[in-house]
């Protein structure tokens, strides 16, 4: 399950939205996201109202119900089946929950769960029952958020939250919030604090695909908000006019707060901004690279843009790799501002603009790999203290189950103590280097002739780049 967010984004966010874009690893925004944003494929999944009027026909059919006024509202429905029964147990049984267990996320989810692990935002409540929202969580190996399906699940000192307000496909039939009666006693005591928590301080909320205009969803909206702070900014978010429905009234959103579009097109939209502020966070440790390790000043603006075309996922899958001698993940979170892992992360990006000006031509980078002059270069970095011949032993043996087709032209190995310095005699040289007073490309061809990939040592290619060179040459 990966997807791509590259290109650029033509919806128009609220300015409230774009600044806190703005600032990563703070407050964060919140989102409410609804049954429109399961819509999308792979997830898949009709409104609720779809389902309601399915489970409607099947029950008047079988006489467990009369007919309602209003099918297509779930929680009628429900207080229906209740009224009826005495439990709600056969609704559920008409929706389709083994589905809902199994969801997949889709592009918007895996959006929504990166600017979530960045720091962009706080907390994730779903009027959702299924799982794909936790799936997309689970896929970027976050293990931060912590997943509260039901009012007895005790939330962590984490900030990162995922509230199923209305209960998971995970939980027992009587457990999902399907009536107002059982949103009214489940809001109280510990849940509404905790909701209460979440949103309090959060510089905006965004509803986002709530769907039809249930008596539930309208309920819980109200909620909400009763427990949101003054400064707080709404946002109210689907396709066509959102200020006119009842949702806007809910929640007191104008006009200027209402964004015509999609769950996946809003996310997109999101993503370009917040990649902004990352990319920037980026570029403004590159004087301090420079000044700080004696490294040479080149111009980075190309590279910076092709980072800002990779997309929000991509960056991410391309940081995991560039710090992935320890770990394998598919998405590596931002490092925080002012943090050793950021300056390290500006110096990586500095590096490829150097690839870039050494071969005096542009750069790609596909995959998190460097592709030059038809050549690919991999990073690689440790995150942990690691000796350099550690790290080249894990790097080689992670291209050795890479195809030959995709095998890199070299490797250059950062944050690891410097190699073992070991003297080659010239016959077993392998780069037809006729100048014996250059160690550097003696030693690095040891290295290729073993390995069969070039390993090169960050500050030794600083030093004299002349040997990756000729690698990608």
């Given at each position: 399950?990966?997807?791509?967010?590259?290109?650029?984004?033509?919806?128009?966010?609220?300015?409230?939205?774009?600044?806190?874009?703005?600032?990563?690893?703070?407050?964060?925004?919140v989102l409410v996201i609804g049954a429109g944003s399961s819509l999308d494929d792979p997830t898949g999944?009709?409104l609720g109202s779809h389902y309601s009027e399915l489970a409607h026909l099947a029950l008047t059919r079988?006489?467990?119900?009369?007919?309602?006024?209003?099918?297509?509202?779930?929680?009628?429905?429900?207080?229906?089946?209740?009224?009826?029964?005495?439990?709600?147990?056969?609704?559920?049984?008409?929706?389709?929950?083994?589905?809902?267990?199994?969801?997949?996320?889709?592009?918007?989810?895996?959006?929504?769960?990166?600017?979530?692990?960045?720091?962009?935002?706080?907390?994730?409540?779903?009027?959702?029952?299924?799982?794909?929202?936790?799936?997309?969580?689970?896929?970027?190996?976050?293990?931060?958020?912590?997943?509260?399906?039901?009012?007895?699940?005790?939330?962590?000192?984490?900030?990162?939250?995922?509230?199923?307000?209305?209960?998971?496909?995970?939980?027992?039939?009587?457990?999902?919030?399907?009536?107002?009666?059982?949103?009214?006693?489940?809001?109280?005591?510990?849940?509404?604090?905790?909701?209460?928590?979440?949103?309090?301080?959060?510089?905006?909320?965004?509803?986002?695909?709530?769907?039809?205009?249930?008596?539930?969803?309208?309920?819980?909206?109200?909620?909400?908000?009763?427990?949101?702070?003054?400064?707080?900014?709404?946002?109210?978010?689907?396709?066509?006019?959102?200020?006119?429905?009842?949702?806007?009234?809910?929640?007191?959103?104008?006009?200027?707060?209402?964004?015509?579009?999609?769950?996946?097109?809003?996310?997109?939209?999101?993503?370009?901004?917040?990649?902004?502020?990352?990319?920037?966070?980026?570029?403004?440790?590159?004087?301090?690279?420079?000044?700080?390790?004696?490294?040479?000043?080149?111009?980075?603006?190309?590279?910076?843009?092709?980072?800002?075309?990779?997309?929000?996922?991509?960056?991410?899958?391309?940081?995991?790799?560039?710090?992935?001698?320890?770990?394998?993940?598919?998405?590596?979170?931002?490092?925080?501002?002012?943090?050793?892992?950021?300056?390290?992360?500006?110096?990586?990006?500095?590096?490829?603009?150097?690839?870039?000006?050494?071969?005096?031509?542009?750069?790609?980078?596909?995959?998190?790999?460097?592709?030059?002059?038809?050549?690919?270069?991999?990073?690689?970095?440790?995150?942990?203290?690691?000796?350099?011949?550690?790290?080249v032993t894990r790097v080689q043996a992670r291209i050795d189950r890479v195809r030959p087709s995709r095998?890199?032209?070299?490797?250059?190995?950062?944050?690891?103590?410097?190699?073992?310095?070991?003297?080659?005699?010239?016959?077993?040289?392998?780069?037809?280097?006729?100048?014996?007073?250059?160690?550097?490309?003696?030693?690095?061809?040891?290295?290729?002739?073993?390995?069969?990939?070039?390993?090169?040592?960050?500050?030794?290619?600083?030093?004299?780049?002349?040997?990756?060179?000729?690698?990608?040459?």
């Amino acid at each position: 399950m990966h997807y791509s967010d590259r290109g650029k984004s033509i919806i128009q966010l609220s300015n409230e939205l774009k600044a806190a874009l703005e600032h990563v690893n703070e407050q964060g925004i919140v989102l409410v996201i609804g049954a429109g944003s399961s819509l999308d494929d792979p997830t898949g999944f009709e409104l609720g109202s779809h389902y309601s009027e399915l489970a409607h026909l099947a029950l008047t059919r079988r006489g467990v119900i009369a007919q309602q006024p209003n099918p297509w509202d779930l929680s009628e429905l429900a207080d229906a089946v209740v009224t009826a029964t005495g439990a709600q147990d056969l609704l559920v049984a008409e929706l389709p929950i083994p589905r809902m267990k199994l969801a997949s996320a889709n592009l918007g989810h895996e959006i929504a769960a990166a600017l979530q692990a960045d720091g962009f935002v706080r907390s994730i409540l779903t009027l959702n029952y299924d799982t794909a929202m936790a799936a997309a969580i689970a896929h970027l190996g976050e293990s931060d958020v912590h997943v509260i399906e039901r009012i007895e699940d005790l939330p962590s000192k984490s900030s990162k939250t995922l509230i199923y307000l209305h209960g998971s496909a995970n939980g027992l039939p009587r457990d999902l919030v399907l009536t107002t009666a059982d949103l009214d006693s489940t809001w109280q005591g510990s849940w509404k604090e905790l909701i209460a928590n979440q949103t309090l301080l959060a510089p905006v909320i965004a509803f986002v695909g709530l769907g039809s205009s249930a008596n539930l969803v309208s309920s819980t909206l109200q909620k909400i908000v009763e427990g949101v702070g003054g400064a707080t900014s709404f946002v109210l978010v689907g396709p066509g006019d959102q200020s006119v429905t009842t949702f806007a009234s809910s929640i007191g959103a104008n006009a200027g707060h209402c964004i015509d579009c999609g769950w996946e097109e809003f996310m997109k939209a999101c993503a370009a901004y917040a990649l902004a502020t990352l990319v920037q966070l980026s570029a403004a440790k590159f004087d301090v690279i420079e000044r700080q390790r004696s490294v040479v000043s080149v111009d980075t603006a190309h590279v910076l843009e092709e980072i800002t075309q990779l997309g929000y996922l991509e960056y991410g899958a391309a940081r995991a790799k560039w710090f992935g001698v320890d770990s394998r993940r598919n998405y590596m979170p931002h490092p925080a501002k002012d943090t050793s892992d950021l300056v390290h992360l500006a110096d990586v990006i500095h590096l490829i603009a150097e690839i870039e000006s050494w071969m005096s031509t542009s750069i790609r980078i596909v995959d998190g790999d460097v592709n030059v002059a038809g050549a690919t270069v991999s990073i690689y970095s440790s995150q942990e203290p690691a000796d350099f011949e550690t790290a080249v032993t894990r790097v080689q043996a992670r291209i050795d189950r890479v195809r030959p087709s995709r095998k890199p032209s070299a490797v250059i190995i950062a944050r690891t103590n410097p190699p073992e310095r070991i003297a080659a005699p010239a016959s077993i040289v392998f780069g037809g280097n006729d100048d014996q007073s250059s160690g550097l490309v003696e030693e690095f061809d040891i290295i290729r002739s073993q390995a069969e990939v070039g390993m090169f040592y960050l500050p030794d290619v600083r030093s004299d780049p002349t040997a990756l060179i000729g690698a990608i040459s």
